[in-house]
């Protein structure tokens, strides 16, 4: 059987909306702990995987000018149901500093709930650059963490991915703060409230 191409774009979301958080926290918390290189790589793999969905599900739907609503609201979600489903594992193994979580986790809901006051003033805040290179940062720096042992061969990587997708995403909700505050002053003219 075909899949229709028209839902080949929210198919691969919905799977790694529901896949990922069923299967990435358990395969974190009872096998990568377990501290063995190849089994922290074939989860490397599957969480690698998943993030393919994010890649692919934007590009089909572009490709076959089949962008939804339904994709609209679902992609942003299936992305965070990802990256908390791995990040939380994480630090309870002790893999990630709970700090860096946080930030990570914190910066999501920031952009969310500015997305939430844009969309309540008719006001659309389009996707910056920087938000890309965060995305694709911080899920090469999550894979990287999921793969190292405890050995830390890949320390130095790690480090540069870490810091790297941190600039970004801090940045990257600069800009989208900005972006609302400016668009809000226009509409209300010069009046932030």
């Known amino acids: 059987m075909m899949i229709n191409k028209v839902w080949l774009p929210n198919i691969l979301t919905i799977v790694r909306l529901v896949l990922s958080p069923l299967f990435i926290p358990f395969l974190i ?19 690698f995987l998943f993030c393919l969905t994010d890649f692919f599900d934007g590009h089909y739907a572009r490709k076959f000018n089949t962008l939804s609503k339904l994709g609209s609201l679902l992609d942003p979600i299936a992305d965070k149901f990802l990256l908390y489903a791995t990040i939380i594992p994480l630090v309870a193994i002790g893999k990630m500093y709970f700090f860096w979580a946080i930030i990570f986790i914190g910066r999501e809901f920031f952009v969310m709930g500015l997305r939430l006051i844009g969309s309540e003033n008719q006001i659309q805040i389009p996707v910056v650059f920087l938000a890309k290179c965060k995305t694709f940062l911080e899920m090469a720096y999550v894979g990287l963490l999921i793969m190292q042992t405890s050995h830390r061969e890949w320390f130095f990587y790690e480090m ?15 800009q989208y703060g900005y972006f609302l505050y400016l668009e809000l002053k226009r509409i209300n003219n010069g009046q932030l409230f």
């Not at 089994?39 to 599957?46: K, R, T």
């Not at 540069?160 to 600069?174: K, V």
Request: hydrophobic share 70%; proline share 0%; glycine share 0%.
């Open 29 to 47: 918390v009872y096998l990568v702990s377990l501290d063995y290189r190849f089994i922290n790589i074939l989860v490397a793999f599957l969480f």
């Open 160 to 174: 540069l991915l870490l810091f790297a997708s941190l600039f970004c995403a801090l940045i990257s909700a600069y």
